[in-house]
């Protein structure tokens, strides 16, 4: 019904920058919020950040003053500008789209496949 498919990660080193691109298609309704979450090794995959449909924005205190999400509704997209980055973003990254559907108007949760962010020197 929806489907994700995320873009950016990669490797950089401490004090560079990445840009995480995520998109929704599918039986697409509307689209609420759109977030990223990330997990690290052995860590709890946790929020770092969100945007409702009317562009208020929610961060993790970690990455606050360094991240920047912002959306564009009319491609159903969602970015994450990571600058200054430090070896403890590095994670998995996960796209999280709360929509509702055509068919039915329900409301789903739809995860995306996860995008390895590694900062290294």
């Known amino acids: 019904q929806v489907q994700l498919v995320e873009s950016g990660g990669g490797l950089v080193q401490p004090g560079g920058s990445l840009r995480l691109s995520c998109a929704a298609s599918?039986?697409?309704?509307?689209?609420?919020?759109m977030g990223w979450y990330r997990q690290a090794p052995g860590k709890q995959r946790e929020l770092v950040a969100d945007i409702t449909s009317g562009g208020s924005t929610n961060y993790a205190d970690s990455v606050k003053g360094r991240f920047t999400i912002s959306r564009d509704n009319a491609k159903n997209t969602v970015y994450l500008q990571m600058n200054t980055l430090k070896p403890e973003d590095t994670a998995v990254y996960y796209c999280?789209?709360?929509?509702?559907?055509?068919?039915?108007?329900?409301?789903?949760?739809?995860w995306g496949q996860g995008t390895l962010v590694t900062v290294s020197s």
């Open positions: 999280n789209v709360r929509a509702r559907v055509e068919v039915d108007y329900r409301y789903v949760e739809v």
């Open positions: 599918g039986s697409i309704f509307s689209i609420n919020a």
